[in-house]
């Protein structure tokens, strides 16, 4: 199984939205680019939702034989482990191994000795073709980074032979995260990080790694701009050396996670897949759902009801709201208006504050970040908030269909001959 060149990731927290995405990746197709779904659930997600992997594979099953896609797509099992995974086996065919939690954890002395000496022909001046820097390597630098990140991907090597075990070789996408811990790779840290993913036979198709900057939920990507541009296309380079020095599978590519809504660095990205010819998998995750709060205000009447009940008990429960998601998110209180004030919107007024519109005047980033992390709320409505979803999918179907294609799709992806 073969991930194609140009591939999106897309949350759907409650599993009604999967044939408006489709119809996002139909635009695409219809304007000459192909990019494939992966329509993906973490674990978290389903635990809060009360959703199961299931549900996933039959949301895009359904999706895809409903309007004739006749191209791959796939289904993510997205950042899962060994404590998880078994639950992911049987609907997912793409693996996102999250093994975050172990970097900076050390291995086993002897492994870390065996890995040094693998790759003790790498010291000295390396130079790495299209990066303009060259890296002074030794003995130390090697030790260090395996003391850092070798126990991260033996666990990913565990996590890989798990899955392989239960479905066979070659039957899955395997992604590699890296992107979850405090500080972004160097350069040099990620080639030998994919020494030993290439060590450990994991026929990783795409890898995540963490790049300077916020990538905070579903707002813009906050940081300097040219050193996230630099980090990128460095590591684009690293991933061709090591294609070739590992003998790593040859469509390898970087994933993007917590990509959604990145609008700043879209067209860096883009001129720089341009100009390496290269792939790329954006995750987008969450914001389907605010485009469902989108389209219930749009909806008015019991939709913006709706709209303003999450929005007054993501009020009252904000710690609790925010806690699992700390590191990803960046809410100024002081810039929330009031549950009255929310209150006595009109639907155009709530849906502008939330719709990420950078130019529109009514548009409040620290509003769209509670939400993003709120759907717990809409959960616990249960029918009362997918009944309503039902009765506003023309209006809902528009917001998601265009989001993913005018927002995502076209900045990204636009003008890149296949």
């Known amino acids: 199984m073969k991930l194609e060149k140009y591939s999106i990731g897309m949350g759907d927290r409650f599993g009604l939205q999967g044939k408006a995405q489709l119809n996002a990746l139909i635009n695409a197709k219809n304007a000459g680019v ?15 939702i009360g959703s199961s992997p299931e549900d996933v594979r039959n949301e895009a099953d359904t999706a895809v034989k409903n309007l004739d896609w006749n191209d791959s797509y796939y289904v993510d099992a997205d950042h899962i482990s060994l404590k998880n995974v078994d639950l992911f086996i049987d609907s997912s065919d793409f693996f996102t191994l999250d093994v975050a939690d172990f970097t900076g954890q050390c291995a086993d002395s002897n492994d870390i000795n065996a890995f040094v000496a693998k790759n003790i022909n790498y010291t000295g001046a390396l130079s790495i073709p299209g990066v303009n820097e060259k890296f002074e390597i030794n003995e130390q630098v090697i030790r260090t980074i395996a003391e850092k990140y070798l126990l991260a991907v033996k666990e990913a090597g565990k996590i890989y ?4 075990n239960k479905k066979g070789t070659g039957k899955f996408i395997t992604e590699v995260s890296m992107d979850e811990t405090d500080h972004p790779q160097t ?34 990507y906050v940081g300097p701009v040219n050193q996230f541009v630099k980090e990128f296309e ?142 717990k709320i809409a959960a616990e409505m249960g029918e009362k908030y997918t009944n309503a979803l039902k009765n506003t999918e023309d209006v809902i179907s528009e917001q998601v269909t265009k989001n993913i294609f005018e927002r995502h799709i076209k900045p990204l992806f636009s003008e890149i001959n296949e």
């Not at 192909?34 to 809060?48: A, C, D, G, M, Y």
């Not at 032979?161 to 392989?164: C, K, S």
């Not at 155009?348 to 504050?353: K, P, T």
């Open 187 to 220: 350069p040099i840290e990620l080639f030998f990080i994919s020494s030993a993913i290439a060590d450990e036979k994991i026929p990783a198709q795409t890898i995540a790694p963490k790049f300077t900057g916020r990538f905070n939920k579903g707002v813009d």
């Open 234 to 375: 460095e590591d684009i380079c690293i991933i061709k050396f090591a294609i070739e020095k590992f003998g790593l599978p040859e469509n390898l590519k970087l994933s993007l996670h917590s990509g959604s809504d990145k609008f700043s660095i879209y067209q860096p990205i883009n001129m720089i897949i341009k100009k390496h010819g290269c792939g790329l998998h954006l995750k987008t995750a969450g914001t389907t759902w605010l485009e469902e709060l989108i389209g219930l205000a749009m909806a008015e009447n019991q939709g913006m009801e709706i709209c303003r009940e999450i929005y007054k008990n993501a009020l009252l429960r904000f710690d609790e709201l925010c806690a699992p998601y700390s590191t990803v998110i960046d809410i100024n209180k002081n810039n929330l208006p009031s549950a009255d004030e929310v209150a006595a919107w009109s639907g155009d007024q709530y849906a502008n504050g939330l719709r990420h519109d950078q130019s529109h005047k009514d548009f409040n980033p620290d509003f769209r970040q509670l939400l993003h992390v709120g759907y």
């Open 161 to 164: 032979r798990h899955i392989e």
């Open 34 to 48: 192909n990019v494939v779904p992966v329509w993906n659930k973490s674990h978290r997600e389903h635990t809060i």
